[in-house]
């Protein structure tokens, strides 16, 4: 089942899960529950377009369909908002989940890939991070 992440369940699930942009104050964290064990999250942002960041499958959960349904569940409340596309950064390195985020529709933004570099300050701590992503977006008005 996947839902939203609830106040009183941010303990349960930071305990397995990263929920690094958690209190950001721009988006809400969807949750995939097996009966009361969490198996992944994925954040969206509500920014224009909105924005998918932080998908997380627990290490033992992974290759099961999770994200697949986290992106779906994703897709679902941007459309239910009145949103026609959903954005996604992802490394250009990160073979698999490109492969997973072409696979769902996502293609190339067309916005030139940037580097990231430096230290990024998350709820979770800082992060050094250097890194090229590139942003695919998904159409899902059927464009």
Same mark, same amino acid.
């Given at each position: 089942?996947?839902?939203?992440? #609830?106040?009183?369940?941010?303990?349960?699930?930071?305990?397995?899960?990263?929920?690094?942009?958690?209190?950001?104050?721009?988006?809400?964290?969807?949750?995939?529950?097996?009966?009361? #064990? *969490?198996?992944?999250?994925?954040?969206?942002?509500?920014?224009? *377009?909105?924005?998918?960041?932080?998908?997380?499958?627990?290490?033992?959960?992974?290759?099961?369909?999770?994200?697949?349904?986290?992106?779906?569940?994703?897709?679902?409340?941007?459309?239910?908002?009145?949103?026609?596309?959903?954005?996604?950064?992802?490394?250009?390195?990160?073979?698999?989940?490109?492969?997973?985020?072409?696979?769902?529709?996502?293609?190339?933004?067309?916005?030139?890939?940037?580097?990231?570099?430096?230290?990024?300050?998350?709820?979770?701590? *800082?992060?050094?991070?250097?890194?090229?992503?590139?942003?695919?977006?998904?159409?899902?008005?059927?464009?």
């Amino acid at each position: 089942m996947i839902r939203w992440l #609830e106040p009183d369940e941010v303990a349960r699930v930071g305990s397995v899960l990263g929920l690094a942009r958690l209190f950001q104050g721009n988006g809400d964290y969807l949750v995939e529950w097996n009966g009361t #064990e *969490p198996r992944g999250h994925a954040h969206l942002a509500w920014t224009d *377009p909105p924005e998918l960041q932080d998908v997380e499958v627990r290490e033992g959960c992974r290759r099961r369909g999770v994200a697949r349904s986290l992106i779906a569940a994703a897709e679902s409340a941007c459309r239910r908002r009145g949103c026609t596309r959903l954005r996604v950064t992802v490394s250009v390195d990160n073979d698999r989940a490109r492969a997973l985020y072409e696979s769902l529709g996502f293609t190339d933004a067309g916005v030139a890939p940037h580097r990231v570099s430096g230290t990024i300050q998350l709820r979770t701590g *800082p992060i050094e991070v250097d890194d090229v992503l590139a942003t695919l977006e998904h159409h899902l008005d059927g464009r």
